[in-house]
């Protein structure tokens, strides 16, 4: 199975309730990146974290990671119909040697 | 900047018919990827340049596929012939990878059908 595999696949929330997608990786990583992709368009990435980092912000995403459990989870805090879209989470390691290896995605509907 | 451009942006055609994908990198950017996205395979890593060198491309599917990167600004992902099972969005990332960057930019991608 792929490096990163996110969870839920799907997730649906009304608008201003936080979201919470988990992502889990097999191998050791040196770090981990999470991206949003609205429908049809590329990817866009949102935030990376280092493997010796446990938690970062930025605006209203949270991104923690725990390497002992090999896992990692992106919290969208007072969401809008805006934040729409499928997030993955990618890992780079020593052993991927300069690509990241992308999960399949978790697909969040915000309801206005 | 004007990010990654790709084109075509929709290219439709028929079974056997040679494609060709092209991509231009944000500049300065030294190492670009090639995507494939469908509902049932999900994203898919094709192939990777670093300094315009093939460095990884198991995940080129077959002989049918082939990259090239003549130079920093230019790359082609080229499908001969192509089959109907090869429709699917076909996205082109750039990224500056020098200690720890790592972030990928993303083209609009092509999405690509085959009759």
């Known amino acids: 199975s792929q490096q990163g595999e996110e969870d839920p696949q799907a997730l649906s929330i009304q608008e201003g309730e936080n979201a919470t997608m988990n992502c889990s990786y097999k191998?050791?990583?040196?770090?981990l990146q999470w991206y949003r992709q609205n429908s049809g368009r590329g990817l866009v990435h949102l935030i990376l974290?280092?493997?010796?980092?446990r938690e970062k912000h930025s605006g209203r995403l949270r991104v923690t990671l725990d390497t002992s459990k090999k896992s990692s989870s992106l919290l969208i805090t007072a969401s809008r119909a805006a934040d729409t879209a499928s997030y993955f989470c990618a890992t780079d390691s020593n052993t991927n040697a300069g690509k990241s290896t992308f999960g399949d995605g978790t697909t969040l509907t915000v309801k206005p | 900047d004007a990010g990654v451009i790709q084109s075509p942006r929709h290219e439709v055609t028929e079974m056997g018919q040679e494609v060709t994908l092209r991509c231009k990198p944000i500049?300065?950017?030294?190492?670009l990827f090639w995507y494939r996205q469908t509902m049932m395979r999900g994203l898919e890593l094709l192939i990777y340049?670093?300094?315009?060198?093939?460095?990884?491309d198991s995940g080129m599917p077959e002989d049918r596929f082939s990259a090239k990167m003549p130079n920093a600004s230019f790359s082609t992902l080229k499908i001969q012939p192509s089959e109907p099972r090869d429709s699917a969005v076909y996205f082109c990332?750039?990224?500056?990878?020098?200690?720890?960057?790592?972030?990928?930019?993303f083209g609009p991608g092509t999405r690509l059908t085959v009759t």
């Open positions: 340049f670093n300094n315009n060198v093939p460095i990884d």
């Open positions: 974290i280092r493997s010796n980092e």
């Open positions: 500049s300065g950017h030294n190492s």
């Open positions: 191998t050791s990583i040196n770090n």
């Open positions: 990332a750039s990224s500056f990878r020098a200690g720890q960057h790592y972030e990928q930019y």
